[in-house]
């Protein structure tokens, strides 16, 4: 007879009558670890949140090379602004000033440069000088094709002996007929790629139209018409007026920064310093109603203390429901007392790990306290619940505490050895969101355990024992073995038929696109008047949205921003790619010297036959266009780079003062449409000239890289532990009917959530993965397995030779059915978030969860009945 003890035996036997005899001491030495824990999560090094996106991707991809290479040459790509709204026009053009100048002097070493006054006049002076030849020419054509038509009208004998026959009969019948001339169209000056600035110059020569009526009859507003035409360059405009019928004028100062809106720590830092501008102006009396709010990229980054905010909400939820629910399934409140104590134990080394090992939490990272307390609560609950099984079979708590201990150590190490390896195969990821979640998260598994099986049987003995079992069985009390194994058996069956109908569904699972979908729900609450958003969307000179976040071109030489100017005229003009909005170069600023050349030929004409006095007596629109270009036609020579204005250049500028190597492309496609981001990406991020590639940065495309990393990695990752957690069942059951008997309950499992959420997103466009309950998916799988395996550990245990279905149910389904709702209420906090990306976690998570327990207790019943029945049941 073998009488050698296993180490489970050789463990428990010292561990436990070492604890129940200095149970006060050693519940002092845990209180003295967890403050030891507790100083590096609050004190050195303190763990803090990292929002950035770009440290989760790998150092090579190209995006984040652009990104730090954007950091050294440019700054920040973004815009930083201060928005301002005034009923006095003139104020709000002097506070301007005064924002600015308070920037320069408070604000040093975290700025480049500001803008505030965009004076064109130099755009006007020069305006033809933008125009290609063609339009030039076109120009010269419509004064003759004038010339002669104010010809005619005064002089009957003008004959224009080019003309064709018809067009000259139509004069000569009606001299007051007038020819329509378009001198060209209002969007030129942008589809040739002229900065926005420049555009107003033009504004003579658009043709005049009405205020639109929309169908209720109300005029399309104008938000330029009340400015005075020395600050319509300067100045936003006005917002269409409410009910009180004021007129408000809105200004902003532009800032770029050292350092792009994805950096959270400057971020930080920045905001703090606009808390301090915004109450020092707005500490101010003014002679009239005035407002300032921070507008732009880096406003929006405030959501990241809304989403650590988040996490404490949804740890606090999810605790308060697990607490209840482990009440009602103990029927006591020692119980819950009990288990979440020792969960929130496990939070501590698990942190505190997190804060030695990274020194920070990441977007993903940031709620593994909550996932925690819905995975380690599992462990806590088995062991008090086997427990309670035992208080009749032994007389002391020693011996029961000292037995649990013994059976439990097993199942618990291949429980966490599943889930922990579900985690781990996270570092194959490339994504390093992934790789670091896996390692914390594994973390907290394993302390989980060892807390469970440390320190919970110190805290049940410094509590003075385990509460008594329920005595009420499960099942009705009427039903035999026979009709307990029946009710499971259909239940089996039915299982399958979903599962052949979720065969169906399981393809249309699909991933979540529509960054909508992923972004904060605005609340109903009432927002105080001064801190309402004030629009900039509106631009100086042509009233066009214009995205704060382009992608910028980094060249070591201008002639390659000149090329790829040429390349983007194409796009724009020939090809009218849909995907592109505008862009901005020196080129864009400052033509060729040769092609001004060129022009000035074609504008010399223009000058000679625009000063003849017969366009004296032009009427109408003809007549403001003809004094028009007689101002702009003044112009005799070209310019060059340091002759425009010096904000124009800030906008190129980089930090070392130079400018002409860098230009910025605006996408024209809707910002949450992650199909179009990455399209966007594809055409735009990428440029070679001369045989070097240049560096392409926009955070928009880290965002992009970040979508893209997420989604090959996922289900490639899904795949891999899937394979793993197979193995595990091969090494962990050995036999072969063990083996079967848990695949298929976690297949079935896998296959019936597949299918649910397929079907979700078939019908509702409902449940789709994201690039934050991707997540969820190895945890849920890892988790899956862990019922299955208490399930056939159970009853195959040599120990539970006598157990039947009814006591297999009553005590390990019991406990499988406690932990598992206990994990989903884990989850449950983050359905009570406004962020629809965090709110997707805990949908799947629930749905996950819910339905392996489902799929476990139905066909590891059935199996437990069929295959693996006892032998004892064998033999009858």
């Given at each position: ?9 050789k ?5 436990i ?22 100083f ?7 763990l803090k ?21 954007s ?8 815009r ?7 009923e ?6 002097a506070?301007?000033?005064?924002i600015?100048n308070?920037?320069h ?7 480049v ?19 290609p030849?063609?339009?030039?020419e076109?120009?010269?054509d419509?004064?003759e ?19 064709d026959?018809p ?8 001299a007051s007929?007038?020819k329509?001339?378009?001198?060209f ?9 002229l900065?926005e600035?420049?555009v107003?110059?033009?504004d003579?020569?658009?043709?005049k139209k009405?205020p639109?009526e929309?169908?209720?009859?109300k005029?399309e ?5 009340y ?6 360059n300067?100045?936003i405009?006005?917002?269409e ?6 007129i408000?004028?809105?200004a902003?100062v532009?800032?770029k920064?050292?350092k ?27 002679p ?10 880096y ?6 203390d809304?989403?650590?905010?988040d996490?404490?909400?949804s740890?606090g ?7 209840l ?11 819950p ?11 501590l ?6 804060a030695l090992?990274?020194g920070k ?5 940031v ?22 099984k035992?208080?009749?079979?032994y ?6 505490l000292?037995?649990?201990?013994r ?9 966490s ?5 579900a985690?781990?195969?996270?570092l194959?990821a ?12 594994s973390?907290g ?6 807390t469970?099986v ?16 329920p ?13 307990i194994y029946?009710f ?9 038929v979903?599962g052949?109908v ?10 979540e696109h529509n ?11 009432v ?5 309402k958003?004030i629009?900039?969307k ?17 060249g ?7 090329k790829?100017?040429d390349?983007?005229m ?10 592109l909005?505008?862009?901005l ?8 010297a ?12 223009i ?13 109408g ?8 270009l ?7 020579k ?7 204005p ?11 003062g130079?400018y ?33 590639r ?6 928009q ?16 990752l ?10 595990t ?5 050995r ?23 397929g ?8 449940g789709k ?8 998916i190895?945890?849920?799988?890892g988790?899956?397995i ?8 159970s ?24 932990s ?5 209420a884990?989850?449950v ?6 962020h ?28 437990c ?12």
């Amino acid at each position: 007879m073998n009488t050698k003890k296993s180490f489970a035996e050789k463990f428990s036997k010292w561990y436990i009558p070492l604890i129940c005899r200095h149970k006060y001491a050693a519940l002092a030495f845990y209180i003295l670890l967890a403050l030891l824990l507790a100083f590096p999560i609050l004190v050195k090094p303190g763990l803090k949140l990292d929002a950035d996106l770009s440290h989760l991707l790998p150092e090579d991809t190209p995006s984040v090379k652009a990104l730090e290479e954007s950091y050294e040459r440019f700054g920040s790509t973004d815009r930083f602004m201060i928005a301002i709204q005034s009923e006095s026009v003139e104020l709000a053009a002097a506070l301007q000033d005064s924002i600015q100048n308070y920037i320069h002097k408070n604000w040093q070493g975290d700025f480049v440069s500001t803008q505030v006054d965009n004076d064109n006049q130099f755009f006007k002076d020069n305006a033809l000088l933008y125009l290609p030849v063609k339009h030039l020419e076109n120009i010269r054509d419509n004064l003759e094709d004038l010339q002669l038509e104010i010809g005619r009208k005064n002089g009957p004998l003008v004959v224009d002996l080019l003309g064709d026959g018809p067009a000259d009969s139509a004069s000569s019948g009606d001299a007051s007929a007038k020819k329509e001339r378009v001198w060209f169209d209002a969007n030129l000056p942008m589809e040739l790629g002229l900065p926005e600035e420049a555009v107003s110059a033009f504004d003579a020569f658009f043709k005049k139209k009405e205020p639109v009526e929309s169908e209720t009859g109300k005029k399309e507003w104008n938000p330029k018409a009340y400015l005075p035409d020395s600050l319509k360059n300067r100045l936003i405009g006005t917002p269409e007026p409410d009910s009180t019928g004021k007129i408000l004028f809105n200004a902003v100062v532009n800032a770029k920064l050292i350092k792009p809106s994805t950096d959270y720590e400057f971020v930080t830092k920045i905001l703090a310093k606009t808390d301090e501008l915004l109450a020092y102006f707005r500490g101010k009396q003014y002679p009239v109603p005035t407002r300032f709010t921070v507008e732009g990229t880096y406003e929006g980054l405030k959501e990241v203390d809304e989403v650590a905010n988040d996490s404490i909400f949804s740890f606090g939820i999810s605790l308060v429901l697990i607490f209840l629910l482990t009440a009602f399934f103990f029927r006591s409140v020692k119980g819950p007392i009990l288990v979440t104590g020792s969960v929130l134990y496990a939070c501590l080394p698990t942190l505190a790990f997190t804060a030695l090992f990274y020194g920070k939490l990441n977007p993903f990272t940031v709620f593994v306290a909550s996932i925690i307390l819905g995975i380690g609560i599992d462990y806590s609950i088995h062991i008090l619940g086997n427990a309670q099984k035992l208080l009749n079979k032994y007389s002391s708590l020693e011996e029961v505490l000292e037995e649990t201990q013994r059976k439990m150590l097993k199942p618990f190490i291949l429980a966490s050895f599943t889930t922990i390896a579900a985690f781990l195969t996270l570092l194959v990821a490339h994504f390093r969101g992934f790789y670091e979640f896996g390692i914390v998260a594994s973390m907290g598994v394993l302390f989980s355990m060892m807390t469970s099986v440390l320190v919970l049987p110190v805290f049940v003995a410094c509590m003075g024992g385990i509460p008594a079992a329920p005595n009420n069985s499960l099942l009705p009390k009427s039903w035999s073995e026979k009709q307990i194994y029946g009710f499971f058996k259909r239940l089996a069956l039915i299982g399958f038929v979903l599962g052949a109908v979720s065969l169906y569904f399981a393809p249309h699972v699909d991933f979540e696109h529509n960054l909508k979908n992923l972004r904060r729900v605005h609340t109903d609450k009432v927002i105080p008047a001064a801190e309402k958003k004030i629009s900039t969307k509106v631009t100086r000179a042509t009233n066009r949205a214009v995205t704060s976040t382009p992608a910028a071109v980094m060249g070591s030489k201008p002639e390659q921003l000149d090329k790829l100017y040429d390349t983007l005229m194409i796009r724009l003009h020939d090809e009218k790619d849909p995907l592109l909005g505008s862009f901005l170069t020196l080129k864009s600023f400052v033509p060729p010297a040769d092609s001004q050349e060129k022009r000035l030929e074609v504008i010399e004409e223009i000058r000679d036959l625009v000063e003849a006095r017969v366009f004296d007596k032009a009427e109408g629109e003809d007549s403001t266009n003809v004094q028009t270009l007689r101002k702009l036609a003044q112009v005799e020579k070209p310019f060059s780079a340091e002759d425009v204005p010096s904000w124009t250049l800030d906008l190129l500028r980089e930090k070392d003062g130079s400018y002409g190597k860098i230009g910025f492309i605006y996408g024209d496609f809707p910002s949450w449409d992650a199909h179009a981001l990455h399209r966007f990406q594809e055409r735009y991020g990428n440029w070679n000239f001369d045989g070097e590639r240049l560096r392409t940065f926009s955070s928009q495309f880290i965002l992009s890289d970040v979508i893209e990393s997420v989604k090959a990695d996922s289900f490639n990752l899904a795949s891999v532990i899937v394979l793993v957690i197979f193995l595990t069942l091969i090494v962990s059951f050995r036999k072969p009917s063990m083996f079967l008997a848990g695949g298929i309950s976690f297949g079935m499992g896998a296959l019936l959530t597949l299918g649910l959420l397929g079907a979700l997103t078939y019908f509702f466009e409902f449940g789709k993965i994201s690039i934050y309950n991707v997540i969820v998916i190895p945890m849920t799988l890892g988790i899956g397995i862990d019922a299955t395996i208490h399930f056939i550990t159970s009853w195959c245990s040599k120990s539970n030779e006598g157990m039947n279905l009814r006591q297999l149910f009553d005590t390990t389904g019991r406990n499988v059915m406690a932990s598992s709702m206990t994990t989903i209420a884990g989850f449950v906090g983050f359905l009570f978030t406004t962020h629809r990306g965090l709110q997707g976690i805990g949908h799947l998570a629930c749905m996950g969860i819910f339905m392996f327990l489902v799929t476990s207790v139905v066909f590891s019943m059935f199996l437990c009945g069929s295959w693996l029945k006892k032998k004892d049941e064998k033999k009858k």
